[in-house]
């Protein structure tokens, strides 16, 4: 986590190989820009939106950036790869490079996955926890969806200590976060009785993540969101070829039928 502006918007970078190679290129082409070798923006020729390249008053090094505001001597921008934003002086604000351009943006725009905060807004304490969980911390993230803002939904860990450690869980008992999981609901147990079931086939048979498309054949649509088909593979030939010919044995006869008392839904 790079940036937190609350527990409902913070930004972090993946930490993968090609994620670092990534930023270590950028990294590299964007400390050979200087204000003397750089076309200088004008306040005239930029637009809210813009691209460009900005010095970071922290430690005086070049970052991408996009332009959010405009005044008279600064101009507000917000460091794409870092999600954080600052005021910055004309001459510290740069035409970024089109070699600049090519590597995609490493920061992504989050919310913390499971709470909500105590009033109608975040308060100074709960920010000030979130960053000191999760700021230049080694955490693992997975992702429960997309939110309508574009954000990622992201439950973080932290996996340093003895101990795991969930965000959120502890926002909540710091008391600057109430939960907003849905209660867990015990099943009450049903009558022990035999049960049979069929094995699904997983997902990951069909659609391999190396491959685009995989052949299937639709067998039964209800709607366009909700139809059947099959894969079309040697082994899931092999495997319906097998289960018809065995079913094809079976008589009303020679097979036990279902009685109405013995049976039920499932």
């Not at 986590?1 to 930023?23: G, I, K, M, R």
């Not at 820009?33 to 460009?52: F, I, N, R």
């Not at 600049?100 to 913390?112: E, F, G, H």
Request: proline share 6%; hydrophobic share 40%; with cysteine.
């Amino acid at each position: 986590v790079t940036t937190v502006d609350t527990p409902h918007c913070f930004y972090l970078q993946a930490v993968t190989q090609s994620s670092v190679e990534s930023l270590t290129l950028i990294t590299n082409q964007l400390q050979l820009l200087s204000s003397a070798s750089s076309s200088q923006l004008l306040k005239s020729s930029v637009a809210k939106g813009d691209l460009c390249c900005a010095k970071f008053s922290k430690d005086g090094s070049w970052y991408r950036a996009e332009v959010k505001e405009i005044l008279d001597t600064h101009c507000v921008v917000h460091f794409l790869d870092y999600g954080n934003t600052e005021r910055v002086l004309w001459p510290d604000i740069v035409h970024c490079p089109v070699e600049c351009t090519n590597v995609p943006i490493q920061a992504i725009r989050c919310a913390l996955y499971g709470v909500v905060p105590l009033d109608s807004k975040w308060s100074p304490p709960a920010v000030e926890a979130m960053q000191k969980l999760t700021v230049d911390k080694p955490l693992l993230g997975q992702a429960h969806g997309q939110l309508p803002d574009g954000s990622f939904s992201v439950e973080l860990m932290d996996t340093s200590g003895e101990k795991d450690v969930n965000i959120a869980a502890e926002l909540v008992l710091g008391g600057v976060a109430a939960s907003s999981k849905p209660p867990v609901v015990t099943p009450k147990k049903a009558p022990a009785k035999p049960n049979i079931k069929v094995s699904s086939l997983p997902v990951a048979a069909i659609f391999s993540r190396d491959k685009e498309f995989s052949l299937v054949t639709v067998t039964t649509v209800d709607t366009p969101h909700c139809f059947y088909l099959q894969a079309v593979t040697q082994s899931s030939v092999e495997s319906l070829t097998l289960i018809t010919n065995q079913l094809q044995l079976l008589s009303s006869a020679s097979s036990s039928q279902l009685l109405k008392s013995s049976v039920a839904k499932g």
